[in-house]
Nanobody
Framework: VQLVESGGGLVQPGGTLRLSCAASGFTINPYVMSWFRQAPGKERELVASITSTGGNTNYTDSVRGRFTISRDNAKKTVSLQMSSLKPEDTAVYYC??????????WGQGTQVTVSS
């Protein structure tokens, strides 16, 4: 069972990045999928979540309107489209899968750095 993030990197303020999370070893269909992030010296925080069918999404206030979470259950992927990036978005971004029975999985993280 594995979640692998990709798409991180260095981007200028105001730029865009698209993060992807690919699952292997399990099907993501029944899982709530989320993106978390952790900046240096700060606690890990929830950035965005999407329900199993993709019918509902939630965002933390600081990214609402700038980030979009989506999923493709057939491809077992979850994406986070990030636009109008700010230096305060700099963090390691983690993919997370949660099922109501308590099953949960984390990816290894991908670094996003917003800097000029």
């Amino acid at each position: 069972v594995q979640l692998v993030e990709s798409g991180g990197g260095l981007v200028q303020p105001g730029g865009t990045l698209r993060l992807s999370c690919a699952a292997s070893g399990f099907t993501i269909n029944p899982y709530v999928m989320s993106w978390f992030r952790q900046a240096p010296g700060k606690e890990r925080e929830l950035v965005a979540s999407i329900t199993s069918t993709g019918g509902n999404t939630n965002y933390t206030d600081s990214v609402r309107g700038r980030f979009t979470i989506s999923r493709d259950n057939a491809k077992k992927t979850v994406s986070l489209q990030m636009s109008s990036l700010k230096p305060e978005d700099t963090a390691v971004y983690y993919c997370y899968a949660y099922y109501y029975n308590g099953d949960r999985f984390w990816g290894q993280g991908t670094q996003v750095t917003v800097s000029s």
